[in-house]
Nanobody, 129 residues
Framework: QVQLVESGGGSVQAGGSLRLSCAAS???????MAWFRQAPGKERVGVAA???????RNEDSVKGRFTIPKANAKNTLYLQMNSLKPEDTAMYYC????????????????????????WGKGTQVTVSS
């Protein structure tokens, strides 16, 4: 079992920065981990992902602005968000999956919600223009 708790969301003006945190407990060794977001009335979509070797993927919508720092604290996953835009407004979720044994889905393409079994409750990010 894996438990995930997100924090760090808030309200910022366009161009600002936030750092989201995801505290993970339980067995997380060799876990695939990812950040997703869901705006009101829209589907949940992948934002960034990382495997146990530190290989990351950032989706095109956030490339160059968001990143998962490879130097994460033990059992904590971060999402550094810079140059925020109003269209980044969404609930942000942390997700984890153990079944891939290190061969994480994001190596092949965009992370999909169905690929992850463990989820946090989310943290709200609101960006004003």
């Amino acid at each position: 079992q894996v438990q995930l708790v997100e924090s760090g969301g808030g309200s910022v003006q366009a161009g600002g920065s936030l750092r989201l945190s995801c505290a993970a407990s339980g067995y997380t060794s060799r876990a695939c981990m990812a950040w997703f977001r869901q705006a009101p009335g829209k589907e949940r979509v992948g934002v960034a992902a990382i495997d146990s070797e530190g290989v990351t993927r950032n989706e095109d919508s956030v490339k160059g602005r968001f990143t998962i720092p490879k130097a994460n604290a033990k059992n904590t996953l971060y999402l550094q968000m810079n140059s925020l835009k109003p269209e980044d407004t969404a609930m942000y979720y942390c997700a984890a999956e153990l079944k891939y044994g290190g061969s994480c889905p994001h190596a092949a393409g965009e992370s999909l919600p169905d690929e992850y079994r463990y989820w946090g409750k989310g943290t709200q990010v609101t960006v004003s223009s």
